[in-house]
């Protein structure tokens, strides 16, 4: 990669592929102003902004929704902070029980989420435990851990511990040296691990059914409501997530821009 | 720090999550795992009977969707290292300060649930849809054409469905990598091609073997893509589909968690044989 | 007892129209979005009528129901309190019984799936009434999941009833069980697409459409259809029966003949074009014709068709039986039962609902309201099986342990597993 070709080829294949991941996002939109007459948000029947009113009288959907975010947001929370303190002792440390400790982590992932979600269903009647939102958040937490921990470890692999080394000289203890000079380091496989922990959490149907109970999370309400037809309000809230992210992203890049103003050019990348 | 107090540090680093997942993963499996040996009905009740005759059984019976099932994983993740890496490069190495506004669009289309996604892409993808019917109306296209329902159309769906799973890993191992050594590799050897696959990829590797495995590995269980892109079509389904059908329609629990445990010491089989093959066996086992 | 125009508005008639009132159901709202749901404007302008059936209320206590998303009248115009149920406020209002609506629902078997655990452990399961259709009523019937009902509280039901709502093959008293809305499951198909009418089950076999054939990836859908194309009566069927379906259906699956087996999904599909011609629920198709593709054309096989429903039941151990069996009461109401059916459009299982959707219809012609009153008049014959349509439907088998092992095996061989 490299070369005259690759300059304009690589950016154009990104946006070929941001297309190719936004193309039912953009559907999605489009019908989100929609006026379909009957149940089914199908066809397309007119321009109307009608949906982004009614939206607001529909506690059945934007519950679940905030529900799920909640839950989202709390599980990529913990599963990211777990599961990083293990990539951490996997990558950097020889101990007894490692290979145990790998098992124990790879395993999940290979698990069929049927069979994940049902078996701790019978955990939770076995205890008598009541479902809903918290066995729902335990049973994210628990499926986010393993895939925080092989994303955090891709950044970890062959990490060079000199500059470690040198923070411990600096520094009088570990912790200080984790926070100013590793953690650092290791931010950009800590925040892709959070997003991907996010990305499952929010979208998750199978292991929160058996663990829900009486709650109803977003993707839940949603499988179920397209038996009768998914109603455009479902569009107007995907929507205002996606306006909301790029909000966010805009004000990111505008604060990107100003930091990288500061601080022109730093190597901070530190290979084998 | 003294080597003795640092022994400790590794199991106290390791403890919160293993507990976690001892609790809530290990204990529930190994229930499971009961399960799958147990034998009865639902009004009867199930009964452990050590029927370990389950498993030959139910992997004779279904050998074939399962070999489907690897093949299609197999493709996917194939496919997605082909889309993912040159898209995980450009973030990694142009991305500048959009780098993490990148890495966000990446997973953006997620936070919508997966029906309305697929249900959009069906409207795209339909026999006289968006793209196809576009193409037909045009001549560029023979007007039987189908993609929906048959195997591109999952292992698309699958491809779609994974992609971030593949591009973030892969950008955390290439972000990485210290330009100042991809620039002496240029100088070292003659084209930068060869710098790419030398040093490059080669320190990638890390974020390659990762972004496979969570690739892959949710793709052989996978069944919804069958399902909802594949229409379920005969042709179509997967090892999934069947263990949705015991569990769910035949309320077959012993064989549907039996499936499951052939099913996860198979992917840990072929996995560990795949970070063998590529040197990282610490990955799966230790 | 529900002659129209007798006696006086009755007290959940009342509450309604004072719920509606507080809440300001506008015009627009009933308009905007006809067929997905008219509101309930139409029963404001009902015929004062019925008897109040529901026992006033005493008990604050909650109930706990489980409904599927979407099933039921919503304000999407005002912000109707405490529920944006119009029909449930009032229910609320009338009986002082807190019922926390939840849309939980998703699949009748993932929902057996959520609670089986619970109730083969003896444990509540923390509902009061569940909503799941006719063959899982009977499963959970056979597996004794179900609290017995006392009709003495549902008087209603004895009142106000269809014929064909009353004592369905999985329940034949309604000893445990109480149709919610139903449909009827026959086939749907393109006219420009196969070029030619259709009228039998075995058209969906013809190979001129190989490819291009939709079946339902329920069992419970697709055996009883296959089943009355042989000539047999499902409820009346045996396993060697169902072997000579399955036999029927294997040769053109493995040919090709069937582009997949669909779950809801076959509604875009069918509305696509994908699938020229498919197995359909009635309801969807009104749907689909009015709003989606005014091509497609539903037909009840002349061999036969299916009728389903979703029913009111009680889990076992459930807390509040007692608000539950005034739950079932209340939509034996025809009041807010044509609330219901001018938003939802499924058959009701209250006779007179027809005829008061008419009535309001007549109503709102008479106020100059055109548009009302042709969607009302629209919907009313669509909200009960027609006399042909009873004629040539059947019901669904309730089957045994044994029976549904074998009937799902030789099932699964179709799907190709």
Known sequence: MGGRISRATLPIFTALVVIFLFAPIAVMIVFSFNDPAGRQNITWQGFTLQNYITVWSRPDITGPLLLSFTIAIISTIVATTLGTMMGLALTRYDFRGERASNLLIFIPTTAPEIILGASLLTLWVSLGQERGAPTILIAHIMFNISFVVVTVRARLAGFNRSLEEAGQDLYADGWTTFRKVTFPLIFPGILAAALLAFALSIDDYVITLFSAGRTVTFPLWVYGVSRLGIPPEVNVLGTLIFLIAFIFLGIQAWAGRRAGRRREGPVTMVGR | MTTDRRRWVPYALLAPGAIWLVLFFALPMAFMLLVSLQQGSLSQGYELTWNFAIYPEVLGQYWELMLRSVVFAFLTTLITLLIGYPMAYTIAFRGGRFKNALLLIVVMPFFVSFVIRTLNWKMILADNGLLFGTLKDLGLLDPSFQFLATPASVIFGMTYNFLPFMILPLYVALEKIDRRLIEAATDLYASRVQAFWRITFVLSLPGVIAGSLLTFIPAVGDFINADIIGGGNRDVIMIGNVIQFQFFTANDYPTAAALGFILIIGVMALVIAYTRAVGAEKLTEG | ?417
């Open chain 3, 1 to 417: 007892m529900s002659r129209p125009g007798l006696g006086p508005p009755s007290r959940i008639e009342a509450a309604i129209e004072r719920a509606m009132r507080r809440d300001q159901i506008s015009r627009r709202a009933f308009l905007g979005r006809a067929g997905r749901g008219g509101v309930a404007l139409g029963a404001m302008m009902t015929l004062p009528g019925l008897l109040a059936a529901c026992t006033p209320g005493s008990e604050s206590a909650s109930l706990e129901w489980a409904n599927w998303p979407g099933y039921i009248d919503i304000d999407e115009e005002g912000n109707p309190s405490p529920t944006p149920y119009p029909t449930i406020n009032a229910f609320i209002e009338e009986t002082g019984i807190q019922v926390n609506y939840t849309e939980a629902i998703t699949d009748n078997e993932d929902f057996f799936g959520q609670i089986q655990p619970d109730l083969a452990s003896g444990n509540p399961t923390g509902w009061d009434v569940i909503t799941p259709s006719d063959w899982m009523v009977g499963r959970l019937i056979g597996l004794d999941y179900l609290e017995e009902l006392d009709l003495t509280q549902i008087p209603n039901l004895e009142a106000n009833a269809a014929d064909y709502a009353r004592g369905q093959s999985f329940d034949p008293n309604n000893a445990h069980s109480v149709w919610w809305q139903g449909g009827i499951t026959g086939i749907a198909y393109d006219p420009t697409l196969t070029g030619r009418e259709l009228t039998s089950f075995d058209d969906l076999l013809n190979p001129e459409f190989a490819g291009s054939v939709g079946l339902f990836k329920e069992m419970r859908d697709t055996f009883p259809l296959t089943l009355l194309s042989i000539g047999v009566i499902p409820t009346e069927a045996t396993i060697a029966d169902v072997e000579e379906a399955q036999q029927k259906l294997l040769g053109p699956a493995e040919a090709g003949q069937f582009r997949g087996f669909y779950g809801n999904e076959y509604y875009d599909e069918l509305a696509a074009g994908n699938l020229v011609a498919s197995m359909a629920w009635s309801g969807d198709i009104t749907q689909m014709a009015l709003y989606d593709n005014a091509n497609v054309q539903f037909v009840i096989p002349d061999t036969g068709g299916i009728r389903w429903n979703d029913n009111l039941v009680i889990p076992n151990l459930a807390a509040n039986p007692s608000g539950a069996h005034q739950l079932m009461n209340y939509w034996y109401d025809p009041v807010p039962a044509t609330i219901l059916s001018e938003y939802i459009g499924y058959f009701t299982p209250v006779a007179d609902v027809p005829d008061r959707i008419r009535q309001d219809a007549e109503a709102a012609r008479d106020a100059g309201d055109t548009e009302t009153a042709d969607l009302l008049d629209a919907i009313a014959p669509t909200v009960a099986p027609s006399p042909e349509q009873l004629a040539n439907s059947y019901e669904d088998k309730p089957l045994d342990e044994e029976e549904e092992q074998v009937w799902n095996e030789l099932f699964l061989e179709v799907r190709g597993a």
